[in-house]
């Protein structure tokens, strides 16, 4: 078992991992000021494709040729692709810190899909922490409220899509290594980038937009190598709750980015969705150790 402290510097990674995807999210959010979506999406996965392809062919990531053809790979890139297209649709038409906060759902809707889709056991407390999450979801997007819109749906599908692509990582054989699969996934996105983009309007793109668009990428695969640290060093049961830190730089990049403040339902919805995502992970830590324990005349 982790020491407390490797604990601690995982969870710091977890923290810096977190603050990585929220500034790759802002600058994508600016960048697209300039330029369209699927304009953005290519450009910076030329950047991403070229440097994870350095990474895994350093890493020896290439060297079976079969595992492209993996279907639960296959499976994983789908969701990655239409969950990348679905949030950052979302978040260039909302406020950072709502479209994070929906996001903030997804650990409850994987122990959710787990059980329906794996045959994972759930108990009644679990499911009970679900469906409260899902309500202050609902708080969050307001359906039929003046703030609801289709962007908020489109946030909604995003962490379904990236359900899917949570799920079908758990059945990907150990041998593909984590570089191949991210450099897979990465390749993917950049060409359906690409593809989009020959049927529309090609955007002049100046220094500054390609400076936002490089400090994406940057802040991207930092948090990507931030977040496998924090599972070396730490227990995933300590070091899971310091995912919902992204909801508190988003928060901040949010208002000195954009100016946003968060509104009252905004803030009510997601310490909603924090608690009962917090309280799951808490139930799973339990039963896990549960199930370590011996049993029998001298177990306690």
């Not at 601690?8 to 960048?31: E, Y």
Request: charged share 15%; net charge positive; with cysteine.
């Amino acid at each position: 078992m982790p020491q407390i402290g490797d604990n601690m510097r995982g969870a710091g990674f977890m923290v810096l991992a977190m603050l990585g995807f929220t500034l790759n999210d802002a600058l994508m959010k600016l960048a697209n000021v300039d330029i369209g979506l699927f304009q953005a999406i290519f450009l910076r996965g030329i950047l991403a494709t070229a440097l994870m392809g350095i990474l895994t062919w350093r890493s020896g990531g290439f060297s079976d040729r079969r595992a492209a053809f993996d279907r639960h790979l296959v499976l994983r890139t789908i969701g990655e692709l239409a969950g990348t297209v679905f949030f950052l649709t979302a978040l260039f038409n909302m406020e950072l810190a709502n479209a994070a906060a929906i996001l903030q759902a997804m650990p409850l809707i994987v122990t959710l899909a787990a059980a329906v889709v794996l045959r994972e056991a759930v108990g009644w407390r679990r499911y009970s922490a679900i469906a409260v999450g899902l309500v202050g979801v609902l708080i969050i997007i307001r359906p039929g409220g003046e703030g609801f819109n289709i962007f908020s749906l489109s946030a909604l599908a995003a962490v379904f899509c990236l359900v899917l692509r949570d799920l079908a990582t758990r059945q990907i054989p150990r041998n593909i290594s984590a570089n191949f699969i991210s450099f897979y996934a990465s390749c993917a996105v950049m060409i359906m980038g690409a593809l989009v983009t020959l049927f529309g309007t090609w955007q002049p793109v100046s220094a500054l937009t390609l400076v936002k668009l490089s400090g994406s990428t940057f802040f991207l695969l930092t948090a990507y190598f931030c977040s496998i640290q924090a599972m070396r060093f730490g227990d995933v049961s300590f070091t899971s709750p310091f995912r919902y830190t992204a909801l508190i730089w988003a928060v901040l990049l949010g208002y000195m980015a954009f100016g946003d403040i968060p509104d009252l339902a905004m803030i009510i919805g997601s310490i909603i969705v924090v608690c009962s995502g917090l309280f799951t992970l808490y139930r799973e830590r339990k039963l896990a150790i549960s199930r370590r324990r011996p049993i029998g005349p001298g177990s306690p």
